[in-house]
């Protein structure tokens, strides 16, 4: 550590003072000032997926705007538990922020967050973001709040879900015939699974991992970023870009720790976790587009299933008509306002 002449004649004297006074013992920097209000945000993914790692740029941000009065700690890869039990936290006071997808644990409160994730429905990103910074996703924040909890505008990217397994390339719906794959805990990934004749078990995030190494289950479907920082390619032998789900992150808030908070942090914390969700989906995108390779260099194999095939067997076993009958004619609407006709 370098002191020059000026810092040493200031930290001298300082010390000389407190000799003095009988308080050699006192430290002699000031300690920080602890934050006026400390929150915790839970995520299930690794530390290291853009998600993470933007929520954290984003409290790095507010709290520095706040001048330290609000500090957000980061605890992720279910270090609080799963996602149910990170939910409940969230609901009873315990955690303060929870990021979830509305396909998952969500949907037991919210049923219709769901929609978001119904198989096979979106086409491409445009038509995601179109939808659910849209007319879509107004709607869903609106339903959330009406559920008891705070909800940012901007939805997070998981990205499009691709199915890994063990055991051969899926290549048409058949292929799928009773495979054993994991699924988070969500009616919609269990509904679209045995719509396509698969056998789906519902999985923690933090049990996948093992449960695909001892094969309790051949395989997962999960975003190609996930697959890269959890390490399933490890575990895993194929991998069929079917794009079958969007999945994404709403980012959550326990009501009555929002409304503890001062009106313009609650405006500076809103505004950056807005700000990085955008910077996120960015993110996410670049990683998709060169971790196909990378995960090739490590030994997954690749191939690219007929999308279409999988729509029409969805179609003609009365899938989409069994989904817009669970949602309703409005929700269903402002789905296929953005996706075309599915039912």
């Not at 799963?82 to 609901?91: E, I, K, N, S």
């Not at 998952?104 to 978001?116: C, D, E, F, M, Q």
């Not at 998709?288 to 995960?295: D, G, M, T």
């Amino acid at each position: 550590m370098k002191i020059d002449r000026r810092s040493f004649l200031v930290t001298g004297v300082g010390t000389v003072a407190v000799a003095a006074s009988g308080m050699m013992g006192a430290p002699w920097v000031r300690r920080a000032q602890a934050a006026e209000f400390s929150y915790k945000v839970g995520t299930d993914l690794p530390a290291s997926h853009p998600l993470n790692v933007r929520i954290q740029q984003a409290a790095d941000a507010i709290n520095k705007e706040t001048d330290g009065r609000m500090e957000i700690r980061v605890f992720a890869n279910n270090q609080l538990g799963g996602d149910p039990d990170m939910f409940a936290q969230l609901r009873a006071g315990a955690l303060e922020f929870f990021t979830l997808s509305g396909a998952n644990a969500l949907s037991s409160l919210v049923p219709k967050t769901a929609i978001t994730g119904v198989g096979f429905a979106f086409k491409d990103y445009n038509q995601v973001f179109s939808a659910l910074d849209g007319e879509l996703g107004a709607h869903l924040r609106g339903l959330i709040t009406k559920g008891g909890l705070v909800v940012q505008d901007k939805v997070w990217d998981n990205g499009f879900r691709q199915i890994t397994n063990s055991s051969r390339p899926i290549k048409t719906p058949g292929d799928l015939q009773g495979m054993k794959v994991r699924v988070p805990p969500g009616r919609l990934w269990i509904a679209l699974f045995r719509a396509l004749s698969a056998a789906p078990a519902s999985i923690s995030f933090n049990e996948v991992y093992s449960s695909l190494q001892t094969k309790v289950v051949e395989g997962q479907e999960n975003a190609l970023a996930v697959v890269d920082a959890a390490k399933l390619y490890e575990v895993q032998k194929y991998c069929s870009m079917t794009s079958h789900m969007w999945d994404g992150f709403w980012f959550l808030g326990n009501r009555a720790a929002w409304e503890k908070l001062p009106a313009n942090i609650r405006d500076i914390t809103s505004k950056h976790l807005n700000a990085h969700a955008m910077l996120q989906r960015q993110d996410v995108a670049k990683l998709n587009a060169s971790l196909q390779q990378a995960l090739e260099s490590k030994g997954l194999q690749f191939n690219a299933p007929d999308m279409n095939s999988f729509r029409e067997v969805l179609q003609k076993g009365g899938f989409y008509t069994e989904q817009k009958q669970f949602f309703g004619d409005e929700e269903w609407a402002l789905l296929e306002k953005v996706t075309g006709k599915l039912a």
